[in-house]
């Protein structure tokens, strides 16, 4: 059975980091691509940030350039996504994202809520 428990939110305030990880079982990791998306309320889910089954291409959206990274242990079948100088607008669930390309099988976790406020 496939499981990724994510872990790491909470509130935080501006300009601070978090750390959020994403522990997967039940599927081989190191063959997925990695996501972490977010959503905000009344917003629609959007792309944070990816990394490849490998761990040598990496995305982000342009609002987390440079504050974000995303990097996984293929050892520890665990993505992580390092989050700093937070803002407000960061607030949302964070939810993590398995899946292969040419392959229709996608897995979420449950989501974790992240709050930026002061």
């Known amino acids: 059975q496939v499981h990724l428990v994510e872990s790491g939110g909470g509130l935080v305030q501006p300009g601070g980091s978090l750390r959020l990880s994403c522990a997967a079982s039940?599927?081989?990791?190191?063959?997925?691509?990695m996501s972490w998306y977010r959503q905000a309320p009344g917003k629609e889910r959007e792309l944070v940030a990816r990394?490849?089954?490998?761990?040598?291409?990496?995305n982000y959206a342009d609002s987390v350039k440079g504050r974000f990274t995303i990097s996984r242990d293929n050892a520890k079948n665990t993505v992580y996504l390092q989050m700093n100088s937070l803002k407000v607008e960061d607030t949302a669930v964070y939810y993590c994202?398995?899946?292969?390309?040419?392959?229709?099988?996608?897995?979420w976790g449950q989501g974790n809520q992240v709050t930026v406020s002061s």
């Open positions: 039940g599927f081989t990791f190191s063959t997925y691509v």
């Open positions: 990394i490849s089954s490998g761990g040598g291409t990496l």
């Open positions: 994202k398995a899946n292969r390309i040419g392959w229709r099988d996608v897995y």
